[in-house]
């Protein structure tokens, strides 16, 4: 079983920053891609960000690419997702997530595909 926990979620003015955590206990965390992924009111989760078990070729939603980087430290058991530029439209709920692969440039896209969820920490842009 895996632990995940993520922080850094706060309110911000739009153009602001966030650093997002995600700190996992339980697992071997580089057996695992991560995902970042949101909801807002309303609306689906949806993918927003990803990467392999080895931290190469992070993969990135089209509303996020540009402005939002995500990072992996595996010595340290931990994700990251920094977001700059923040706009109004990206206040969510924002989650992490792990996925057990053998592959180690598979980056998963959907929320089915995830094996373990973080409780998720709450992101709000204000205009």
């Known amino acids: 079983q895996v632990q995940l926990a993520e922080s850094g979620g706060g309110l911000v003015q739009a153009g602001g920053s966030l650093r997002l955590s995600c700190a996992a206990s339980?697992?071997?965390?580089?057996?695992?891609?991560v995902g970042w992924f949101r909801q807002a009111p309303g609306k689906e989760r949806e993918f927003i960000a990803g990467i392999s078990r080895r931290g190469e070729t992070p993969l990135y939603s089209g509303s996020v690419k540009g402005r939002f980087t995500i990072s992996r430290d595996n010595a340290k058991n931990a994700a990251y997702l920094m977001m700059n530029s923040l706009k109004p439209e990206d206040t969510a709920v924002y989650y992490c997530a792990l996925d057990f692969t053998v592959s180690t440039v598979s980056i998963p896209t959907t929320s089915r595909e995830y094996d373990y969820w973080g409780q998720g920490t709450q992101v709000t842009v204000s205009s």
């Open positions: 339980g697992r071997t965390f580089s057996n695992y891609a």
